[in-house]
């Protein structure tokens, strides 16, 4: 049996715990909980990768946001200011904000906010591309 990998210091007078196997298990269901996520938001995607081909893929790209997730509310109030969530909410279930926006703005509000999720825009380079905010996650794909 190994050693545990935890160990307890205080920083600045704040108890700080470091787990590197605790980090290494958030790792492993954060990219599971990113790829359930990615498959189960695909036909939203495929739906706006269609329209998506009347724009330039390197300036546009596709985005599917969960209303009720909190960085996804702030997201959706900054594309849709004012849109009427509750009456969405109320006849079909949890809203979802889903559409085309313009790349570069997304690329430094990713930067700043999100920056593993602007390096995973920036990988995918100029084809299509999905953003998707949803259970406390921000993450791109490839659309």
Not at 39 to 61: E, G
Not at 76 to 95: C, H, M, Q, S
Not at 107 to 121: H, I, K, T, V, Y
């Amino acid at each position: 049996m190994s050693e545990p990998s935890a160990r307890i210091e205080f920083v600045d007078g704040q108890v700080v715990t470091h787990d590197e196997d605790a980090l290494g298990m958030i790792d492993v269901i954060d990219r599971h909980n990113r790829g359930i996520l990615a498959q189960n938001h695909r036909p939203d995607i495929d739906r706006w990768l269609a329209r998506l081909a009347a724009y330039d893929c390197a300036k546009y790209m596709i985005f599917v946001i969960s209303v009720d997730d909190p960085v996804g509310s702030e997201i959706a109030d900054i594309l849709a200011p004012g849109y009427d969530w509750d009456t969405v909410r109320k006849n079909e279930g949890p809203p979802y904000a889903r559409g085309i926006v313009e790349r570069e703005p997304t690329q430094r509000m990713l930067d700043e906010c999100f920056p593993s999720a602007g390096a995973e825009l920036r990988a995918i380079g100029p084809k299509p591309a999905a953003m998707i905010v949803d259970s406390g996650l921000v993450f791109v794909v490839p659309a």
